[in-house]
């Protein structure tokens, strides 16, 4: 092959493979989940890394023991989160396709959000 051809098509690869991580680094911005428990007391939204953005507590919260409230509301962020990785599995894997690459990026999440 021509040393110049090979250049080309190499930069070429290049070029498609950083438009390729730019996409999956726009869409995984978008990333997020929210999740509301099963009465709708209590909202939770989370950002692509599961970090917490937002909890709305509804006139139906205040009614709980304070005990009760703490236990809905982490559960409704575990779900949020587990909606988010789910979300960022499934954009990681349209980036990367199935295979190694993306076993090392979900390996730290729950199994029931991993394909």
Do not use: F, K
């Amino acid at each position: 092959m021509d040393p110049a051809q090979w250049l080309a098509d190499y930069r070429e690869r290049l070029e498609r493979a950083a438009q390729g991580a730019r996409a999956a680094s726009a869409s995984l911005r978008e990333v997020g989940a929210t999740a509301t428990s099963p009465r709708g007391e209590v909202s939770v939204t989370v950002n692509a890394g599961g970090l917490l953005d937002d909890v709305t507590l509804t006139p139906a919260a205040r009614r709980l023991e304070a005990d009760a409230l703490s236990v809905l509301i982490v559960a409704t962020a575990r779900e949020a989160q587990r909606l988010a990785g789910a979300r960022m599995a499934e954009v990681m894997c349209g980036y990367l396709g199935e295979g190694e690459a993306l076993e090392r990026i979900t390996d730290h999440q729950p199994a029931e959000v991993v394909r």
